[in-house]
């Protein structure tokens, strides 16, 4: 069996003196879709952020079988490792297209000459984006932010993206479509880690899941176990769900 593309062990994050995260074990393979769901205060965000480097975190963080736990932001994204917030982070000013280029700036430092070739695949993945290139970033609607947000941070060329909440404030058929976009992009070799409240969606587009309830995990498994699991059904996924299955 290949190691793990990420290997965290034993991770404690804190906010001031409140530890927000316990001793928290998580894996991802390469290549891979890997959720992460639970309730608001969970520690979800802070796992993402902790991973990043974004927030100072204690425990091992392996990633290419290599440890990154003191490595800054910025040596992280040099890496391959990318979040896309909660928040999206656009510049809402700026173009759509200049946004996605600033996307880049891993690409280029590695000695791309140019980022027309990775514009162009997420143009493919995002026809939307193609249509709204000169339009400014805070005229978007909300999934055509969401789009731009994921686009930009795949112009680095990725080994790991971490995506928290992207279903976050969006209209059910925008949510099945930035699902079906992450399900396609497991064609593409990236790994994925979606940090999703949305649990159904979640289970239906991963391969392997972990509930975190205060800080730790409290079940994981194959996605469609826990898809399965009578707890995840009575407290994530709601009577609807638990019919379906029956």
């Excluded at 880690?193 to 391969?207: F, G, I, K, W």
């Excluded at 009575?234 to 019919?243: C, E, Q």
Aim: hydrophobic letters at 45%; glycine letters at 10%.
């Amino acid at each position: 069996m290949t190691d793990p593309l990420l290997h965290v062990t034993d991770l404690h994050a804190s906010y001031g003196k409140a530890e927000v995260l316990h001793g928290l074990n998580l894996k991802a393979a390469a290549g891979s879709v890997v959720t992460v769901i639970g309730p608001n205060g969970a520690g979800k965000s802070t796992l993402l952020n902790a991973l990043m480097g974004v927030l100072p975190a204690r425990g091992h963080i392996a990633y290419r079988g290599r440890s990154i736990a003191q490595q800054s932001l910025e040596e992280r994204v040099m890496q391959g490792i990318a979040l896309v917030p909660e928040t999206r982070a656009l510049f809402g000013s700026m173009p759509v297209e200049d946004n996605l280029r600033l996307g880049a700036y891993r690409q280029m430092r590695l000695g791309a000459k140019d980022s027309d070739a990775s514009l162009e695949r997420v143009y493919t993945l995002f026809p939307r984006l193609r249509e709204r290139r000169k339009q400014l970033a805070g005229t978007l609607s909300g999934g055509e932010r969401q789009m731009l947000a994921v686009g930009r941070a795949l112009m680095g060329q990725p080994s790991l993206l971490m995506l928290d909440e992207p279903s976050l404030g969006l209209a059910p058929l925008v949510v099945r479509d930035i699902f079906a976009t992450i399900s396609a992009l497991r064609s593409t070799g990236v790994t994925i880690l979606l940090v999703e409240q949305n649990a159904r969606a979640a289970l239906e587009v991963a391969d392997y899941g972990y509930v975190l309830e205060m800080g730790e995990v409290a079940l994981e498994g194959p996605a469609s176990a826990l898809a399965n699991d009578p707890r995840v059904i009575d407290t994530y996924l709601g009577a609807a769900r638990a019919k379906a299955v029956a």
